[in-house]
């Protein structure tokens, strides 16, 4: 009998497509804009229109979104890390244009933490020569490759040591260039009113007005609602684990007349685990598919970092336990916790995500989340 049910929020609850706008904007931003690189600053503007973002992101992920499906099926699950993946991997490739002249600078960017003061003085040289950026290379760079989740960011290392002849860590880990392109991300996601509020660090690029209040529910709102009910009289525990920001959460939820079905004790965001990276010595991810957010989002948030990472895993009970998502790093998450797993095909792959799901022997596959009430039986 399932007494637990930790949710996803994206691609179970809610839409996943402005963060992928968001995402592509970011690498956009980053390439283009006077505050990064600067190599096109007169495509960058903050005030797309739905048409230009829908460019944009056809050209940094593909029109069908292949680099993002690309590194969904290696259990990428973060926005973050897939802008982080894609912004470093082209950056690469720029500074492969120009290694015969530039070799001992770019030797020099690379061993060192790549801050935004970093990017301008690359972009500067970049500027003095004639390069391309080539976004179709992602997916042959990466096809080939066997890496998953973390090991995706030593790739881009192995991809230096091929494309530049430079040995490098750099890329390895949660850097300097990792948060960059998490704080651009924010920016356009949750608008200048919200940014300090969600990074604790001012705009670097104010004009932009966010997506936070346009949130795209995957089923009914009032539907969705009426399942946490059920399952609460049912006497189902409920629990959210997700890739997202807790004011990306918590916000939404309150708009939505949803938060008032959880605990707050058991909403377990991405701010939970950055908080609790930044307190490991070795600063490894937590995120999934690594089962701490589930873990504590299972034992509450005011349980010590400690004892969720000293968990043991599998959990007892496992089969009372059930993990709702839509990718394969949740997938994995619930395998290494354990308990039971539930995928739903309203993720970015939609139904096409079947087959891995199949193939990965998710316990049970519901074309949306509102199927999980099928589980359920009344006390």
């Known amino acids: 009998m ?12 809610l839409s996943e497509e402005h963060y992928f706008d968001a995402s592509a904007l970011t690498v956009w931003e980053l390439l283009h ?33 292949e680099v993002l499906k690309l590194m969904k099926s290696r259990g990428l699950n973060a926005n973050w890390d897939m802008i982080y993946l894609s912004f470093g991997h082209q950056l690469i490739h720029l500074l492969s244009q120009i290694k015969e002249n530039e070799y001992n600078k770019i ?26 950026l080539d976004f179709n290379l992602f997916v042959s760079d990466f096809e080939h490759s066997t890496e998953t989740k973390q090991e995706l960011f030593n790739y881009l290392n192995q991809l230096a040591s091929v494309q530049l002849g ?28 919200n940014v300090e509020k969600s990074t604790g660090r001012p705009s670097v690029q104010l004009g932009k007005k966010g997506f936070l209040a346009n949130e795209t529910t995957l089923a009914g709102q009032a539907e969705i609602e009426a399942l946490f009910s059920f399952l609460k009289e049912s006497g189902v525990k409920i629990g959210i684990g997700t890739g997202r920001p807790e004011l990306e959460t918590i916000q939404p939820f309150h708009h939505l007349n949803w938060l008032k079905h959880f605990d ?10 950055l908080k609790a990276e930044k307190g490991l010595s070795d ?14 989002g299972l034992k509450g948030r005011e349980t010590s970092v400690g004892d969720c990472l000293s968990t043991s895993l599998p959990i007892a009970n496992g ?30 792959s939609g139904k096409d995500a079947r087959s891995d799901f199949e193939k990965y022997e998710a316990d049970y596959i519901f074309d949306n989340v509102l199927d999980i009430k099928n589980l359920i039986v009344r006390k």
């Open 264 to 273: 707050i004790n058991h909403i377990v965001t991405a701010d939970d685990v």
């Open 166 to 193: 430079i040995t490098t860590e750099i890329f390895s880990g949660i850097g300097a260039l990792w948060s960059v392109c998490e704080h651009v991300c924010q920016e356009w996601y949750v608008g200048d009113e």
């Open 107 to 132: 030797n020099s960017w690379l061993q060192e933490p790549i801050t935004r003061e970093v990017l301008l003085e690359i972009g500067r040289v970049l500027q003095t020569y004639s390069v391309n």
């Open 319 to 348: 089969e009372e336990v059930l993990v709702v998502g839509d990718s394969l790093a949740d997938l994995l998450a619930a395998r290494k916790l354990g308990c039971q797993f539930a995928a739903v095909l309203t993720g970015l």
């Open 2 to 13: 399932i007494k637990t049910i930790l949710f996803d929020v994206d691609g179970v609850l």
């Open 33 to 65: 804009s006077n505050n990064y690189l600067a190599l096109a600053p007169e495509k960058f503007k903050t005030d797309y229109s739905e048409a230009e973002i829908k460019k944009i992101r056809d050209t940094v992920f593909g029109t069908n979104d």
């Open 283 to 296: 600063r490894r991810s937590l995120s999934k598919p690594d089962p701490f957010t589930y873990i504590m």
